[in-house]
């Protein structure tokens, strides 16, 4: 039986794959406009405290419009599967553009930077706390713009949600367990842009509880940075939120003074111009070069759509201000956070970061929650179907937990939130959307500046000379992560696949354990791939399997583990 697929849609590639589901790219059939979708997994949409956080991300950001911000076209819903679909952003990831060149010159960090504290800013004014900004988390675009994105595990301002984010970037009342404020976002961004002018994260530590104390105790490593943004390290990596800016707005304002002041009236377009420069050397890492196939699309029966309102892409995408969701982000991070190298950083950090970086599940203990739209039957699928109103269905608040998401090559997006950036965010405070109905009246603009494919014969696919899991290790209660290397005859393309499952019997086959991950590589021989996985089975042996496109002369590659729970040695 084929997978459910969104109706409206030609699917062409998938970008990506991990514990809460994959992404895809795909086109609407009424519009020919390229998106992107995640599904929620198959096995997490049986479970309905997963679906409700997949369904709350929209909800929670229903009101959010910002041009700093990924948008979401619509959350469609069947009995037989969830999606997202969302606006495809032609853009680099952060973490990507800092792994493959290097450290960024002031001018370009803090453009970097302001474009991030524009995005939150427009989600702290309507109460929304990101809680998981991250390199992962942004993209660059071919004019040496940026976007936010994945809002997985957000929260209204205050809301208690439980320990959730990624550690390299979590403020110290992340740490002490502490209500999440817009001051937790400017830290995780001053950090964040610590890393874009130093190439490192402001701290580290060989196990999670080391890292925790330096980020609560550890001075602010400022002079590691130009001296003349030395002030704004200090005050974004407060140890305490009352001695950091309020919100991402009133950072920004702080900022335009230091960069004015520091580097003159044209530091933006300078900023820009070298952004743009450094992803005009990854071209391959953009969404427009990739070379899209063909699938077929089965039926929905479920629509959730947004409220009418003054947001881009008013054609066909359900109504209103743009909902941005979690998912939506870890797809985009996927887009090209898969392509990135592993990460250098000490095997000890990695595996706190697994074991730190959480999302939410839901929890009946949680504070009270507000009424959202419950999902509104819809009629037959069509390029441009009407929309439909939704009457209130109460969710709850979730919790953290095991991340049920994606992942990605860097160890900081694995766990987390997993796809991973998180999914299910608690709902706290949040504007009231109230639905709408209308009909779609045509096709949402394309996003970024088109970026031309590269040029020339494509080269042949290579033989795949050796195939390898040279590591494969328990990072968390239930995370892993494996280092896989390929190494073919030639620079052609190759497609790796990973393939997880778990057992009780040391070399007899598993059960498969979520879905599948596919990191698609060219330019080069020799490939190294490190991902992390979110194990939901309870077996006592997990197994990683790694195959290729063309196939290796010697078949997949495979490696097992004893999990600790099951070691009694």
């Not at 479920?302 to 947001?311: D, E, N, S, Y």
């Not at 949402?444 to 033989?463: C, D, L, N, R, V």
């Not at 393939?499 to 021989?525: C, L």
């Not at 290729?548 to 590659?557: D, I, M």
């Amino acid at each position: 039986m084929s997978a459910w697929t969104v109706p409206g849609y030609t699917e062409s590639l998938e970008l990506g794959a991990g514990a809460s589901g994959r992404v895809v790219l795909a086109v609407h059939e009424g519009t020919g406009v390229p998106v992107a979708v995640k599904y929620l997994s198959e096995s997490l949409h049986t479970r309905p405290g997963f679906v409700h956080g997949f369904r709350a991300e929209a909800r929670l950001l229903g009101g959010l419009d910002s041009p700093y911000v990924a948008g979401l076209y619509e959350y469609v819903e069947s009995p037989d599967g969830a999606a997202i679909v969302m606006e495809l952003v032609d853009g680099v990831s952060l973490r990507a553009l800092l792994a493959r060149r290097g450290p960024l010159d002031p001018e370009a960090a803090l453009l970097v930077l302001k474009g991030s504290l524009l995005g939150l800013a427009d989600a702290h004014r309507l109460g929304v706390v990101h809680r998981d900004y991250k390199p992962e988390n942004v993209l660059v675009t071919p004019d040496g713009a940026s976007k936010l994105v994945d809002f997985g595990i957000a929260v209204g301002s205050r809301a208690r949600a439980g320990v959730a984010g990624t550690p390299s970037y979590m403020a110290p009342e992340q740490w002490r367990g502490e209500p999440a404020s817009p001051a937790t976002d400017v830290y995780a961004a001053t950090a964040t842009f610590f890393e874009c002018l130093t190439g490192r994260r402001p701290y580290a530590g060989d196990n999670i509880a080391e890292l925790a104390l330096r980020h609560v105790d550890a001075p602010v490593p400022s002079d590691d940075v130009p001296a003349p943004v030395r002030a704004l390290v200090r005050r974004g990596l407060a140890k305490e939120a009352s001695g950091r800016p309020a919100d991402a707005e009133a950072f920004v304002a702080e900022l335009e003074a230091v960069a004015g002041a520091a580097y003159g009236p044209g530091w933006e377009e300078r900023g820009r111009g070298r952004l743009a420069a450094l992803v005009a050397l990854l071209p391959l890492l953009l969404p427009s070069a990739r070379t899209p196939g063909r699938s077929a699309a089965d039926t929905a029966h479920t629509v959730l759509r947004r409220p009418r309102g003054r947001g881009r892409a008013q054609a066909w995408k359900p109504t209103g201000p743009g909902m941005l969701a979690a998912a939506a982000a870890v797809l985009l991070a996927l887009l090209v956070a898969h392509a990135a190298p592993p990460d250098t950083g000490g095997s000890g950090e990695r595996a706190a970061e697994a074991l730190a970086t959480t999302s939410a599940v839901p929890d009946v203990t949680a504070g009270p929650t507000p009424a959202a739209p419950a999902p509104a039957t819809a009629g037959p699928a069509g390029p441009s179907p009407a929309l439909t109103g939704a009457a209130p269905d109460p969710t709850t608040a979730p919790d953290a937990g095991t991340s049920p998401a994606a992942t990605a090559t860097d160890p900081d997006t694995g766990a987390e939130p997993g796809p991973e950036p998180g999914t299910g965010p608690a709902p706290g405070t949040e504007p009231g959307t109230d639905p709408g109905t209308g009909t779609p009246a045509g096709p949402p603009p394309a996003t970024g500046t088109p970026t031309a494919s590269p040029t020339g014969t494509a080269p042949a696919a290579p033989a795949v000379k050796d195939l390898t899991v040279s590591e494969f290790r328990q990072t968390g209660p239930d995370t892993g992560t494996a280092t896989v290397t390929v190494v073919t005859d030639g620079p052609g393309p190759v497609s790796i696949g990973l393939r997880w499952s778990t057992g009780d019997t040391r070399g007899a086959p598993g059960t498969p354990d979520g879905a599948n991950q596919v990191f698609e590589r060219s330019g080069a021989t020799q490939y190294t791939i490190t991902a992390e996985h979110v194990f939901l089975g309870p077996g006592c042996y997990w197994t990683v399997t790694a195959t290729t496109a063309p196939a290796s002369a010697a078949g997949g590659a495979s490696r097992t583990l004893l999990t600790r729970r099951c070691d009694l040695r």
